[in-house]
T-cell receptor
């Protein structure tokens, strides 16, 4: 049973560029949440996708957008990258159908903006 | 908006000593979760509490949810070097997303 997978593992981008991060949820899960974790801090909620729609959104600008596909996989897009966007981006899957709210995190994508 | 705080920020213990981290929310929570993140790793789900005054145990770990559902604690008995990591609580208000605390970083000296 595959867990949550994310790609790429690491990424280096230049300020102003755009980036797309990808996530495949745990088998049987239908909900994907994205978090940003700066060094030494707790994960900050970006948004959550369920049934291919953004259901909840945290306090992040419109430069952050996402998508969920029919197979439940998800993408996080960040436009006009800023130095402050450098962080570990975590994807967490859960099952809305089960209503358990247990979140399983992927290994994350380490984004460095120079 | 909802805020979640944790104390202490850091804790250094000798192997075999006990450890406790506390989590406080600015609002009443519907449920609270605890995660452990090893250095260089990702958060790993430990447990979820939903009932007022609930106490759950996992081997040497004891989790409590306050009567008012605004605070929680994680207690580790007789720490081991494998307990090293950062412990996060994440609280959820009804219908809202989970808000993570800043974490408590535990180091265990052998």
């Amino acid at each position: 049973d595959a867990g949550v997978t994310q790609s790429p593992t690491h990424l280096i981008k230049t300020r102003g560029q755009q980036v797309t991060l990808r996530c495949s949820p745990k088998s049987g899960h239908d909900t994907v949440s994205w978090y940003q974790q700066a060094l030494g801090q707790g994960p900050q909620f970006i948004f959550q996708y369920y049934e291919e729609e953004e259901r909840q959104r945290g306090n992040f600008p419109d430069r952050f957008s996402g998508h969920q596909y029919p197979n439940y996989s998800s993408e996080l897009n960040v436009n006009a990258l800023l130095l402050g966007d450098s962080a570990l981006y975590l994807c967490a899957s859960s099952s809305m159908a089960e209503g358990s709210y247990e979140q399983y995190f992927g290994p994350g994508t380490r984004l460095t903006v120079t | 908006g909802q805020q979640v705080m944790q104390i202490p920020q850091y804790q250094h213990v000798q192997e075999g000593e006990d450890f406790t981290t506390y989590c406080n929310s600015s609002t009443t929570l519907s449920n609270i979760q605890w995660y452990k993140q090893r250095p260089g790793g990702h958060p790993v789900f430990l447990i979820q509490l939903v009932k007022s005054g609930e106490v759950k145990k996992q081997k040497r770990l004891t989790f409590q949810f306050g009567e008012a559902k605004k605070n929680s604690s994680l207690h580790i008995t007789a720490t081991q070097t494998t307990d090293v990591g950062t412990y996060f609580c994440a609280g959820r208000n009804y219908g809202q997303n989970f808000v993570f605390g800043p974490g408590t970083r535990l180091s265990v000296l052998p």
